[in-house]
T-cell receptor, first 112, second 112 residues
């Protein structure tokens, strides 16, 4: 079975802090994604990566950056956290040419 | 642009009731269509999918048919259980972009 893990289930940070969210997948998938999930808005794509060191902006990249130094790991970085980044963050992976995305359990981030 | 619209929740049903969750899409091409489910405290997991018109996806008693003429992919189940309580997301995607476009999600609560 595909396994996607996220480094934290819950995280509390202060405004202005730099925040790292880590995601690891164990199925050698080429594609990885970061979403945020908010009530009434569904899932919105922040960034995705289709290969090591490659990244593309999604629909809401402002205030975020990403890093993919190894195929199995995709990191989401909040350079200076703000209260409007309080949300649930979901990571997903997908094999190249595939259609099914596999999700991690999510990280619920609270920015005070 | 491409989008997915699904009925707002919450949907509250008694056990063994019939379930329908409506989903319609707009797309410039011919996307694959998906239903994902999110159980409490977990990430999303694929429930079923259909890749072309008139295809029926099915899993765990749930079904959805890809209707090109009405641009719909409604989710149905004949007899819901308490364990079906979750948030259900309709999505479209596939093709060259590898990205999924999600609806806003529908919360289903099944009461014993």
């Amino acid at each position: 079975d595909v396994k996607v893990t996220q480094s934290s289930r819950y995280l509390v940070k202060r405004t202005g802090e730099k925040v790292f969210l880590e995601c690891v997948q164990d199925m050698d998938h080429e594609n990885m994604f970061w979403y945020r999930q908010d009530p009434g808005l569904g899932l919105r794509l922040i960034y995705f990566s289709y290969d090591v060191k490659m990244k593309e902006k999604g629909d809401i990249p402002e205030g975020y950056s990403v890093s993919r130094e190894k195929k199995e790991r995709f990191s989401l970085i909040l350079e200076s956290a703000s209260t409007n980044q309080t949300s649930m963050y979901l990571c997903a992976s997908m094999e190249g040419g595939g259609e099914t995305q596999y999700f991690g359990p999510g990280t619920r981030l609270l920015v005070l | 642009g491409d989008s997915v619209t699904q009925m707002e929740g919450p949907v509250t049903l008694s056990e063994e009731a019939f379930l329908t969750i409506n989903c319609t899409y707009t797309a410039t091409g011919y996307p694959s269509l998906f239903w994902y489910v999110q159980y409490p405290g977990e990430g999303l997991q694929l429930l079923l999918k259909a890749t072309k018109a008139d295809d029926k996806g099915s899993n765990k008693g749930f079904e959805a048919t890809y209707r090109k003429e009405t641009t719909s992919f409604h989710l149905e189940k004949g007899s819901v259980q308490v364990s079906d309580s979750a948030v259900y997301f309709c999505a479209q995607g596939g093709g060259a972009t590898n990205k999924l476009i999600f609806g806003t999600g529908t919360l289903l609560a099944v009461q014993p």
